[in-house]
C-alpha cells in the first residue's frame, strides 16, 4: 500500500523532479525517497526517466494514478494516509455492495475490531454510509471509487505477470480475483495464494481432462467448500 512518504511524493510529482530535488523539498535524505519511489513505481503510480545525466521522476498514466490525483484536487482536506491503510483498502474493496460487517470481516479476512475500528474511521469523512446495519462506498466520492477499483486490478495484473504467462482474469474482488490460464501452474512464487478451483481440482479425483485450460483462484485467505462450489458453477 502506499506509505506516507510516497504519499507526500506524490504530491510534489507535480512536474517531474529529480530525486535530490524531492529529497531537498520534502527534508529527507536521498536514500528514503528512493526506496519510497521504489515503492510508487511498484504500486503503478510512478515511472523514472532519464534526462540528459539526471533521472527524473513523473506521475504514472495508470488508471489509478490519475483516480488519485483527482482525489488530491477535489479533497485536499481528506487524510489519504488513512484511507491507503492496508485494512482500509481491503474493505474499500468490498463495499461496492452493500455488506454487514460479518461479511465484510470474512470476506477480508480481517477480524471484527479492526473492521469496525476501520469502518468507523471512514465513516467519518463520509467515505462510507451505512443504513440498515449494512456499510456501502459513498458513491458521490466517484474519485475515490474509481481509485480502489483501478488499483486492484492493477495490482492483480501485475501479479499474474509475475505468475505465468497467457493467463486472463475472469472476475475480481479487490486483491481476489479468479483466472484461467493455458496448462498446470507448475510452479509460481506465491503458492499458499492460488488455489486451483472449478475443474481444475477434477485431477485430484482421478477426473482427467482434455482441456487444457485451468482455473485458479488468488486469495491470502483460506478457501472454503463454499468458494470452490461458487467457483465451479461459475463455469457452467
Given at each position: 500500500?502506499?506509505?506516507?512518504?510516497?504519499?507526500?511524493?506524490?504530491?510534489?510529482?507535480?512536474?517531474?523532479?529529480?530525486?535530490?530535488?524531492?529529497?531537498?523539498?520534502?527534508?529527507?535524505?536521498?536514500?528514503?525517497?528512493?526506496?519510497?519511489?521504489?515503492?510508487?513505481?511498484?504500486e503503478g503510480l510512478a515511472v523514472k526517466q532519464r534526462n540528459g545525466k539526471k533521472v527524473i521522476v513523473k506521475r504514472s498514466d495508470t488508471l489509478h494514478a490519475h483516480s488519485l490525483e483527482k482525489i488530491l484536487k477535489e479533497y485536499p482536506g481528506l487524510p489519504v494516509k488513512n484511507l491507503f491503510s492496508y485494512s482500509s483498502m481491503e474493505i474499500?474493496?468490498?463495499?461496492?455492495?452493500?455488506?454487514?460487517?460479518?461479511?465484510?470481516?470474512?470476506?477480508?479476512?480481517?477480524?471484527?475490531?479492526?473492521?469496525?475500528?476501520?469502518?468507523?474511521?471512514?465513516?467519518?469523512?463520509?467515505?462510507?454510509?451505512?443504513?440498515?446495519?449494512?456499510?456501502?462506498?459513498?458513491?458521490?466520492?466517484?474519485?475515490?471509487?474509481?481509485?480502489?477499483?483501478?488499483?486492484?486490478?492493477?495490482?492483480?495484473?501485475?501479479?499474474?505477470?509475475?505468475?505465468?504467462?497467457?493467463?486472463?482474469?475472469?472476475?475480481?474482488?479487490?486483491?481476489?480475483?479468479?483466472?484461467?490460464?493455458?496448462?498446470?501452474?507448475?510452479?509460481?512464487?506465491?503458492?499458499?495464494?492460488?488455489?486451483?478451483?472449478?475443474?481444475?481440482?477434477?485431477?485430484?479425483?482421478?477426473?482427467?481432462?482434455?482441456?487444457?485450460?485451468?482455473?485458479?483462484?488468488?486469495?491470502?485467505?483460506?478457501?472454503?467448500?463454499?468458494?470452490?462450489?461458487?467457483?465451479?458453477?461459475?463455469?457452467?
Amino acid at each position: 500500500m502506499p506509505t506516507v512518504t510516497s504519499l507526500a511524493i506524490f504530491k510534489e510529482l507535480t512536474t517531474p523532479i529529480s530525486i535530490s530535488g524531492l529529497a531537498e523539498k520534502l527534508a529527507l535524505n536521498n536514500s528514503t525517497i528512493s526506496t519510497a519511489v521504489s515503492s510508487l513505481i511498484i504500486e503503478g503510480l510512478a515511472v523514472k526517466q532519464r534526462n540528459g545525466k539526471k533521472v527524473i521522476v513523473k506521475r504514472s498514466d495508470t488508471l489509478h494514478a490519475h483516480s488519485l490525483e483527482k482525489i488530491l484536487k477535489e479533497y485536499p482536506g481528506l487524510p489519504v494516509k488513512n484511507l491507503f491503510s492496508y485494512s482500509s483498502m481491503e474493505i474499500l474493496s468490498v463495499l461496492t455492495h452493500p455488506h454487514n460487517i460479518t461479511d465484510i470481516a470474512a470476506m477480508t479476512g480481517l477480524n471484527r475490531h479492526t473492521s469496525s475500528t476501520t469502518l468507523l474511521n471512514l465513516s467519518k469523512y463520509g467515505i462510507v454510509l451505512k443504513k440498515n446495519g449494512k456499510y456501502s462506498l459513498n458513491q458521490r466520492h466517484r474519485h475515490i471509487v474509481n481509485f480502489i477499483g483501478n488499483y486492484w486490478s492493477y495490482i492483480a495484473n501485475q501479479r499474474l505477470r509475475d505468475i505465468t504467462e497467457d493467463t486472463i482474469i475472469l472476475w475480481q474482488r479487490g486483491p481476489e480475483f479468479l483466472f484461467k490460464a493455458q496448462g498446470d501452474l507448475d510452479h509460481n512464487n506465491e503458492p499458499d495464494r492460488i488455489h486451483p478451483t472449478a475443474t481444475t481440482v477434477f485431477s485430484g479425483f482421478d477426473l482427467g481432462l482434455m482441456a487444457t485450460t485451468r482455473y485458479y483462484f488468488y486469495s491470502k485467505r483460506q478457501l472454503t467448500v463454499e468458494d470452490f462450489n461458487l467457483d465451479t458453477l461459475f463455469h457452467f
